[in-house]
């Protein structure tokens, strides 16, 4: 079939101009004079024999066929971007998404040590908040990232897992180091929540069968696991926290354990990107360097209980 279509630069200026609602603006976005997409505009007007915008006193207003055009070439303008950008990736370069929490306190000072090793890899990190860990390597600018899962990733994905998470219970050294943590005195503390909904602490109380024992209500709720465990070496109460990222801290005597059980949460942490993306060797080598040196680190000696 012999399909005629209008000229690819005139389609995008009329989507940048629809999109903007304004020719002045889509004229500096695409690098051309405004004289340059009206001309452009008139072009597919003529091709498609109708109206695309009306002014309205100083306003820019889509027509009804032009409501019709839009949709569609938005999604074909993204799907060429994608397209180009597989191809267009620098080798050097691998920029990576991960939780905050996780940057701060087990990712930042790996790749760091990686980067020595690895001195033609640079990686671009970025830290950000998620309430629940996710990724668009459609939509996004990253080629790999950190996310906290179950693991049910898309089939387009590679995924390496690095460690599954255990919640713990920690706060400041001199209140685990000071008499015995027991019921009692674990429901005379105040809870801090690192999550608004309180679900880790609910895991870990249900997980030790203490779940109506120990009330959930009150207590300072924060929006992450870092904040949580900052209050909680600050002596603000106890916090839930990460057995590997409380790691560090209690080594070093800025955090105590006043409740040596360790519950899984049923997620773990995973390096994951997409299988379709150009220079796969780099996401494998950093796989390798973050799976070996997860395998040499030494964690607190804790019990570690299963749900039954």
């Not at 799907?79 to 990576?96: G, Y």
């Not at 089939?155 to 209140?175: H, M, R, T």
């Not at 109506?212 to 209500?217: A, H, M, T, Y």
Request: hydrophobic share 45%; glycine share 6%; with cysteine.
């Amino acid at each position: 079939m012999n399909r005629r279509l209008p000229p690819l630069y005139a389609l995008r200026a009329f989507e940048a101009a629809a999109r903007h609602c304004s020719f002045t603006r889509a004229a500096e976005e695409l690098a051309i004079t405004q004289s340059a997409v009206s001309r452009h505009v008139r072009t597919l007007e003529e091709h498609f024999a109708c109206r695309l915008f009306e002014r309205r006193g100083r306003s820019l207003l889509l027509t009804e066929p032009a409501r019709m055009l839009l949709p569609g070439l938005r999604d074909g303008f993204e799907a060429l971007e994608r397209a180009c950008t597989t191809l267009r990736v620098d080798d050097a370069i691998l920029r990576l998404k991960a939780p905050s929490t996780l940057t701060m306190r087990w990712l930042l000072a790996r790749l760091s040590r990686f980067r020595l090793q690895n001195s033609d890899i640079e990686v671009q990190l970025t830290s950000a908040w998620m309430d629940v860990d996710k990724v668009d390597f459609q939509h996004e600018p990253f080629d790999c990232a950190v996310l906290l899962s179950n693991g049910g990733f898309s089939d387009e994905w590679e995924s390496a897992l690095l460690f599954a998470e255990w919640l713990i219970p920690v706060c400041a050294p001199q209140a685990a180091s000071v008499g015995t943590w027991d019921l009692v005195r674990l429901q005379g503390a105040e809870l801090l929540h690192p999550t608004p909904d309180r679900r880790d602490w609910r895991q870990w109380l249900q997980a030790m069968g203490l779940a109506e024992q120990v009330p959930l209500k009150g207590g300072q709720v924060f929006d992450t696991l870092e904040l949580g465990m900052v209050a909680a070496a600050r002596g603000y109460g106890v916090s839930i926290g990460d057995l590997v990222m409380v790691a560090e801290d209690v080594a070093q005597g800025r955090l105590g354990l006043p409740w040596p059980c360790a519950v899984p949460s049923g997620c773990s942490y995973y390096l994951v990107w997409p299988k379709a993306r150009r220079g796969q060797e780099r996401y494998q080598r950093l796989r390798d360097y973050l799976v070996e040196d997860m395998t040499k680190m030494h964690l607190p000696e804790v019990e570690r209980r299963t749900p039954q």
